[in-house]
């Protein structure tokens, strides 16, 4: 799964004559149900990916990721495959009674670890920070100012490198809790990155729109990527989510084929 920091809620309901809250009645982060538009309640989702060729030719599975959730529609796990369901990489994430992660590791093919991630909180889900830790566990990124809408999604920070100078920045735009777009910047404030999404009216996404720059390490020279795809839909479940996606190049050439296999409670 992309590399994510999951949503977190900024407030709870205020309780007359300054009694205490029950923990039932207050918000709860938005499960990853809701931000990956899925519904059913599903306990996994399995996702394979075929690249198809300039002939047209789809080509054999290419790679498989499997995601599981826990009973509240919070991502506990997620492991990543090649076609021949060899391990890449899997990933563990760990959420408060809440729903707030305050968590979350990667290891890679021989269960050796690669990077980790812990998150802050001044109360429940008011974000203080986050750090991530390389695969020897030494910090090499921390998070701070970081911003979220009324629904709890995020919507910018600054990373810092351990000494304290500034690494990036990023921005994160939301049509409720559906991600549409976001940009990052380096420590000068050059653009490294910006992406769009346009959503159906079921909240699927129908067209991305993403620019790159990289800089040449030898000649410090700028290049810049821009890539613009367009997805179809091919299927749906008895629960009206998607099973085939096709993604489509800007010039209307099919490239890969994405098939979910999704598996419910019930």
Avoid at 86 to 97: C, L, R, Y
Wanted: proline share 3%; hydrophobic share 25%.
């Amino acid at each position: 799964m992309r590399v994510k920091i999951l949503p977190v809620v900024l407030i709870i309901f205020i309780v007359s004559c300054n009694q205490k809250q029950p923990v039932a009645d207050a918000f709860r982060a938005p499960s990853d149900w809701a931000g990956e538009n899925l519904k059913g309640n599903p306990t996994q989702v399995e996702t394979d990916t075929y690249k198809i060729d300039s002939t047209g030719k789809t080509g054999p599975l290419d790679e498989k990721n499997i995601e599981k959730y826990d009973s509240s529609g919070y991502t506990v796990s997620s492991v990543t495959m090649n076609g021949k369901d060899s391990v890449k990489s899997q990933s563990s994430f760990m959420h408060g009674a809440d729903g707030f992660m305050t968590s979350m590791e990667t290891t890679g093919a021989k269960n050796e670890k690669k990077s980790s991630l812990t998150i802050q909180y001044d109360g429940p889900g008011k974000y203080s920070g986050a750090k991530s830790y390389d695969s020897t566990g030494k910090m090499d990124v921390y998070y701070k100012d970081i911003t979220s809408n009324s629904l709890g999604m995020v919507t910018g920070g600054k990373g810092y490198h351990p000494d304290s100078t500034l690494k990036m920045s990023f921005v994160n735009e939301f049509d409720s809790v559906y991600y549409i777009g976001g940009n990052s910047k380096d420590s000068v404030g050059k653009t490294t990155y910006s992406g769009k999404q346009t959503l159906n009216d079921k909240k699927d996404v129908v067209k991305s729109e993403e620019m790159t720059v990289t800089t040449d390490p030898k000649t410090k020279k700028d290049s810049t990527k821009t890539t613009i795809t367009t997805y179809t839909y091919d299927g749906w479940d008895s629960h009206g989510n998607w099973t085939q996606q096709t993604s489509i190049n800007e010039k209307g050439k099919p490239t890969k084929i994405v098939k979910r296999i999704i598996v419910y409670k019930d």
